[in-house]
Every structure is written in C-alpha cells, then in structure tokens.
T-cell receptor, first 115, second 114 residues
Framework: AQKVTQAQTEISVVEKEDVTLDCVYE???????LFWYKQPPSGELVFLIR??????QNEISGRYSWNFQKSTSSFNFTITASQVVDSAVYFC????????????FGQGTELSVKP | EPEVTQTPSHQVTQMGQEVILRCVPI?????FYWYRQILGQKVEFLVS????????KSEIFDDQFSVERPDGSNFTLKIRSTKLEDSAMYFC????????????FGPGTRLTVT
C-alpha cells in the first residue's frame, strides 16, 4: 500500500529562519513520483515540484530546495530565509507510475512564519 | 495561463438533498479528477475519469457519488443524497495526459451540509 507521512503537524518560525518540512513515503513500486503542493489560507492547491523515483538529485528553486533520499524514503522540503507569505499548509504527495496519476497526500504541515 | 475553474465556490445544502458540483478542466486535458478535503484534514482522492468513463475510484466514492462529462467542457460531481459528513472542500483537477504529471487543481467548492 502507498502512504505518505508528514509527522510535523505545525511548525512556527520567525521570518528569515530556515525551515525544513519532512515527508516520508511508503510504496512497493520502483517507479513513482513525489510532489509538494502549497495550500495558502485562500484554500487553493499550488503545485511546487514533481520528482520521479529515478532522479535523486536535489533541486533548488529560489528560496526553495528539495532533498530526495530513496534510502530513507524521504522527500524533504526546505525554505531558506522564510517570509510571512510562506505561511501555508504544505502537502507532500505520491503517485504511482501506472495508475493514471492519482495523488496520495500526506496529512500536511501547517507552517506559520511570524514577522 | 489556462486554469481549472469550479462553480459554485460555496454551496450550502440540507441533508438528503442532491448537489452537483461543476468543473471546467483545462481544454486540452484528457484526465480528470475529484478530490475532497474535510476541514483541517488531508486531501483525499475520490475518482479519476478518462475517455468518458471512470478509471479508478476510492472507497469514499460510493453509490451516492457519480461523475459525468455532459459536454466537451464541463466535468461534474453529483452527490445524490447528501450527509453531514459530506461537508468538505471538493477539488477538481486535470492532467494533459495519462500518468503522474502535475495536476492542475481548481480553486475548490466548499460544500456545507446542514
């Protein structure tokens, strides 16, 4: 069975701090995809990144970076120099390669960045 | 930039009533999805739809639920007899093709069952 665990329910930081959101996944598939979505207070789901299981290279996009480690089944997300606008719920999700793209979400981590 | 749209943004209904939630996916997309999010909880997959039929459905998607693509643009989710526990945010999403690609989510419809 596939499962995504985000053990951190809530994180609170002060602006300019770095923060890492943890994501651990379970799957028996060798080919799969991992995603991060942001859900700001307005409620929509905003796509941040997709990685496939064969690409373990870390990725950086501005203040955002992702660390994919297959050995520990983790796909962690770091925000550097956090800003108040980063306050949101962040979801990690897993999709199998051959199941039409259905996303399995973790419980989400609510990040609060205080000025 | 093309986007997925959903109407209404908020629907209030009484228990036992039928509701239809509407979505307009991005025009050249082929795969369509419904997810729901009960307040404060995770986003859960309901159903995927391709080539005018259901590809996969979750345990949540019981006989009370149905989906339809009545024309070339709309994609609807119907709940026949709503229950209090159906209160949630319902998200529509679409993919340009089969597979685990970035899913484009709509803004959601908040359904409140009283």
């Amino acid at each position: 069975a596939q499962k995504v665990t985000q053990a951190q329910t809530e994180i609170s930081v002060v602006e300019k701090e770095d923060v890492t959101l943890d994501c651990v996944y379970e799957t028996r598939d060798t080919t799969y995809y991992l995603f991060w979505y942001k859900q700001p207070p307005s409620g929509e789901l905003v796509f941040l990144i997709r990685r496939n299981s064969f690409d373990e290279q870390n990725e950086i996009s501005g203040r955002y970076s992702w660390n994919f480690q297959k050995s520990t089944s983790s796909f962690n997300f770091t925000i550097t120099a956090s800003q108040v606008v980063d306050s949101a719920v962040y979801f990690c999700a897993l999709a199998q390669y051959n199941q039409g793209g259905k996303l399995i979400f973790g419980q989400g981590t609510e990040l609060s960045v205080k000025p | 930039e093309p986007e997925v749209t959903q109407t209404p943004s908020h629907q209030v209904t009484q228990m036992g009533q039928e509701v239809i939630l509407r979505c307009v996916p991005i025009s050249n997309h082929l795969y369509f999805y419904w997810y729901r999010q009960i307040l404060g909880q995770k986003v859960e997959f309901l159903v995927s739809f391709y080539n005018n039929e259901i590809s996969e459905k979750s345990e949540i998607f019981d006989d009370q639920f149905s989906v339809e693509r009545p024309d070339g643009s709309n994609f609807t989710l119907k709940i026949r007899s709503t229950k209090l526990e159906d209160s949630a945010m319902y998200f529509c999403a679409s993919n340009p093709e089969a597979g685990p690609y970035e899913q484009y989510f709509g803004p959601g419809t908040r359904l409140t069952v009283t």
